[in-house]
């Protein structure tokens, strides 16, 4: 199910992610970290549509900004730290987590409690994310230009639809996300479908 996101639902997403007192520093400050491929993604984004489709003034709560990058070149823990530490210089007080795309087959099996294979490209990696409305990601290029990465198109994120992504979610997991995550809670006008 690869979809070209909708022009128009990309425009505002680009607009709300420009307008954010909250998004558009962060997008700057990992912009800084000099990366060549990556983006904010997961949750960050959910939360700034999901926040705006339902007015609310103030962003609902982040547990952690996720800032996914890819380079097979070195798959160390050591320089997700030190990347993250940057970010906690340039723009503290925010819950950063940076996270190398390259190496999640490393950790995967003993976290979710199956192995996965290798990703290739962040796009494979924003690919692979738990529902489809989470499947986004935003890179802010050095012209000030915002790249969408969303490999299942922007119908579900706009939607407020959680839907379960099964490229590498198993429906267990989703469940326990869906309990865990209690988002009908925070936005009302979200629709949950059963896996």
Known sequence: MQVSPNNEMQERLCALA??????APALRAARELGLSSWCIGAGAVRNLVWDALHGYA??????DLDVAYFDACDLTQDRDSKLQLRLEEILPGTPWEVTNQAAVHHWFAGYFGHAVEPLKSLREAVASWPEYATSVGLMLHLDDSIEVIAPYG???LFNCVVRRNPTRVSIETYRERIESKRYELRWPGVRIVPS
């Open 58 to 63: 103030a962003p609902s709560h982040l547990p």
């Open 18 to 23: 420009r307008s954010s007192e909250w998004f």
């Open 154 to 156: 922007l119908d579900d």
